[in-house]
């Protein structure tokens, strides 16, 4: 029985979510950037028009009920490609880092491609840091495109093809 | 006096817009890179739940549109809700008048209204004269990806550009 629960985030997730935003830029070395409230996380996710969705990783306790805290996080939103049409820009992917190495990022990937293949998304993009060779090793092996690097952000996506390819892994 | 105005999109321009698209690509070397239909396009920016937002630039005189912007939200989980301007197309014929920087300030405007913090797009690194007309406006050359470089108006220079 798995230790941990992927869902969708809700309103009451919202400090946690911070608390790991923040955990994210600092390892991104850009902490002072992050200017992220509580507040703004709430009326932008969760109010009548939501700009993102956001699926956050649960742990569980052995008994299957939820104990507090999230130890990872996914936000993501609609983009439109004027030459396919509708496709989801994956904004951020994190597991903090002592619950990393049991397939919990791969498993938060796979849902999300799941949610694109089944809202008929032609595209999964998002970019990482040319540095974070951890990220760039686990997003090579999921089979995603490396679209280019050059300095700083590298972008990735996953077509249609390797969408379904990956959700169905 | 211009021959041209700048307004909203209507259901009825995506024949109009579609075509410039296509002709965007053609400029992007990729002639055959277009899978969308007219029809996708009103679906996708006209019904339930657009995708997308579009303003066009329409000849005052003929109805044709000349022009077009099309943006949607993105969310940075660091400074909260920005506008992604997916294009920004002026036919051929009709360049040098300024409708370019007509359709990029109407676009700021409504950033700033609707209190985007950042306004943020790309350009191919071949297309030099996409990129001159950017950096003359003032926006920031940010990255570079291989071929694509991200530009962008911080909230300050939106309030600034639009003066």
Same mark, same amino acid.
């Given at each position: 029985?798995?230790?941990?629960?992927?869902?969708?985030?809700?309103?009451?997730?919202?400090?946690?979510?911070?608390?790991?935003?923040?955990?994210?830029?600092?390892?991104? =070395?850009?902490?002072?950037?992050?200017?992220?409230?509580?507040?703004? *996380?709430?009326? $932008?996710?969760?109010?009548?028009?939501?700009?993102?969705?956001?699926?956050?990783?649960?742990?569980?306790?052995?008994?299957?009920?939820? #104990?507090?805290?999230?130890?990872?996080?996914?936000?993501?939103?609609?983009?439109?490609?004027?030459?396919?049409?509708?496709?989801?820009?994956?904004?951020?992917?994190?597991?903090?880092?002592?619950?990393?190495? =049991?397939?919990?990022?791969?498993?938060?990937? =796979?849902?999300?491609?799941?949610?694109?293949?089944?809202?008929?998304?032609?595209? *999964?993009?998002?970019?990482? *840091? $040319?540095?974070?060779?951890?990220?760039?090793?686990?997003?090579?092996? #999921?089979?995603?495109?490396?679209?280019?690097?050059?300095?700083?952000?590298?972008?990735?996506?996953? $077509?249609?093809?390797?969408?379904?390819?990956?959700?169905?892994? | 006096?211009?021959?041209?105005?700048?307004?909203?999109?209507?259901?009825?321009?995506?024949?109009?817009?579609? !075509?410039?698209?296509?002709?965007?690509?053609?400029h992007h070397h990729?002639?055959?890179?277009?899978?969308? !239909? &007219?029809?996708?396009?009103?679906?996708?920016?006209?019904?339930?739940?657009?995708?997308?937002?579009?303003?066009?630039?329409? /000849?005052?005189?003929?109805?044709?549109?000349?022009?077009?912007?099309?943006?949607?939200?993105?969310?940075?989980?660091?400074?909260?809700?920005?506008?992604?301007?997916?294009?920004?197309? &002026?036919?051929?014929?009709?360049r /040098?008048?300024?409708?370019g &920087?007509?359709?990029?300030?109407?676009?700021?405007?409504?950033?700033?209204?609707?209190?985007? /913090?950042?306004?943020?797009?790309e350009v191919m690194e071949f297309n030099k004269r996409g990129m001159n007309f950017y950096n003359k406006q003032?926006a920031?050359d !940010? !990255?570079a990806?291989?071929g694509r470089r &991200?530009f962008?108006?911080?909230?300050?220079?939106?309030?600034?550009?639009?003066?």
């Amino acid at each position: 029985m798995s230790d941990y629960r992927i869902r969708e985030a809700r309103v009451e997730d919202c400090e946690e979510i911070l608390r790991l935003i923040q955990e994210l830029a600092e390892f991104e =070395k850009m902490l002072k950037d992050c200017h992220m409230t509580v507040e703004t *996380l709430r009326k $932008d996710g969760f109010g009548s028009n939501p700009l993102f969705r956001c699926l956050v990783v649960q742990s569980l306790n052995s008994d299957g009920s939820e #104990s507090s805290g999230l130890i990872g996080y996914c936000i993501f939103y609609y983009i439109y490609s004027t030459w396919e049409g509708k496709c989801i820009y994956m904004e951020d992917l994190y597991v903090t880092p002592t619950s990393r190495h =049991k397939g919990i990022g791969h498993a938060t990937l =796979k849902k999300l491609s799941q949610i694109c293949v089944e809202e008929g998304c032609k595209r *999964l993009q998002w970019a990482v *840091l $040319d540095w974070n060779s951890i990220a760039i090793d686990f997003y090579n092996k #999921s089979g995603a495109t490396n679209l280019s690097e050059k300095e700083g952000w590298i972008f990735y996506r996953f $077509d249609e093809d390797s969408l379904k390819a990956f959700a169905k892994n | 006096m211009a021959d041209y105005r700048i307004r909203d999109a209507v259901i009825d321009d995506c024949e109009g817009i579609f !075509t410039n698209i296509q002709e965007l690509a053609v400029h992007h070397h990729s002639p055959n890179g277009v899978k969308l !239909t &007219v029809d996708t396009l009103k679906r996708d920016g006209f019904g339930e739940n657009p995708l997308f937002r579009c303003q066009v630039a329409e /000849n005052i005189n003929s109805g044709e549109i000349i022009g077009h912007t099309l943006f949607f939200p993105f969310y940075s989980s660091w400074i909260g809700k920005g506008m992604f301007m997916e294009d920004l197309f &002026v036919i051929e014929r009709e360049r /040098n008048k300024r409708v370019g &920087v007509a359709l990029l300030k109407r676009l700021v405007q409504l950033c700033v209204e609707e209190g985007f /913090n950042r306004l943020q797009w790309e350009v191919m690194e071949f297309n030099k004269r996409g990129m001159n007309f950017y950096n003359k406006q003032g926006a920031e050359d !940010t !990255t570079a990806d291989g071929g694509r470089r &991200v530009f962008r108006f911080s909230k300050e220079q939106m309030e600034e550009y639009i003066q």
